[in-house]
Structure formats: structure tokens, C-alpha cells
């Protein structure tokens, strides 16, 4: 019995809808994609988390 061929495991996936990404719009899978991320990112739904070590002014 023959094993079916793999999936190349050097393609990723899609990180908004999870399809196999494509040369063209890596890492994303079609311009529709994209474009969902790049609204995402404008519309801030994402935020990269800000980690003060200072403590806040002392109000008097």
C-alpha cells in the first residue's frame, strides 16, 4: 500500500481564515485576507501590550 504524498510542511497557514498561504500573498492565503488584517490592525482590534517597570507619580 502506498502512503498518500504529505503536505509540504514548508507552506504556512492563513492567520486570519487558517487556508494554506500562497507565494503571492504570504503569509496570507488571497488579498481578501490582507486586507481583513490590515482593517484589523487600522481599526486597532490588535494591540501589542505595553509592560511598564515604572511605578505611576505619587498624587499629592
Known sequence: MSMPPKA???LGRCPVCGK??????KPFCSQLCRDRDL???LDERY?????????PPAED
Not at 494591540?47 to 511605578?55: F, G, I, K, Y
Open 47 to 55: 494591540r501589542v501590550p505595553v509592560h511598564s517597570d515604572e511605578e
Open 20 to 25: 494554506p498561504e500562497t507565494p503571492t500573498h
Open 39 to 41: 482593517i484589523s490592525w
Open 8 to 10: 509540504d510542511s514548508r
